[in-house]
């Protein structure tokens, strides 16, 4: 009596198969997933740095600025760094964020070059930051006194 233990050619064949059919149609899924996720995690990094500038103009007493430095990514004006500084002392940053995803398709735009702070914490004017990648896009609404609204 012959006892094999084992997987036919023709099993294991059918078994690929769908797992290559399963995945195929599970990446658009993923992909959205993942655009939604990046989009959110810039935009919860940018409304942490908003907040940090507005703190320290008020506990310094000296307005803040959030400075963008744009570049040019498929067509649109993308924010590609920014910093945070005293708007009397320009040379000195106070931190310098780069945003790598830039380089992954990724687009953070605004209008304007800068955004600042008084040292009441009101804002110049207010802002509305757009984070797109793919069909993801998530819209950030600061207003003039920074309350920050999620859309």
């Known amino acids: 009596m012959r006892t094999d233990r ?16 399963m995945g195929t149609l599970a990446a658009p899924s993923l992909r959205g997933m993942t655009d939604a996720s990046m989009t959110r995690s810039v935009l919860n990094r940018l409304v942490a740095d ?3 500038t507005r703190m320290t103009a008020v506990r310094t007493g000296q ?20 910093q945070i500084r005293a708007q009397n002392d320009p040379q000195a940053p106070v931190r310098t964020v780069t945003i790598p995803e830039a380089d992954r398709g990724f687009c953070l735009s605004t209008s304007g070059n800068q955004l600042t702070f008084d040292s009441r914490g009101l804002a110049t004017m207010g802002r509305t930051f757009t984070a797109a990648r793919g069909r993801a896009e998530r819209r950030v609404v600061m207003s003039r006194l920074g309350r920050i609204r999620w859309e």
């Open 6 to 21: 084992g997987f036919t050619l023709l099993e294991i064949v059918v078994v690929l198969t769908l797992l290559g059919v």
């Open 63 to 82: 307005r803040h600025q959030l400075r963008y430095e744009h570049e040019e990514i498929g067509g649109n004006s993308c924010i590609r760094s920014y």
């Open 50 to 52: 908003i907040h940090h």
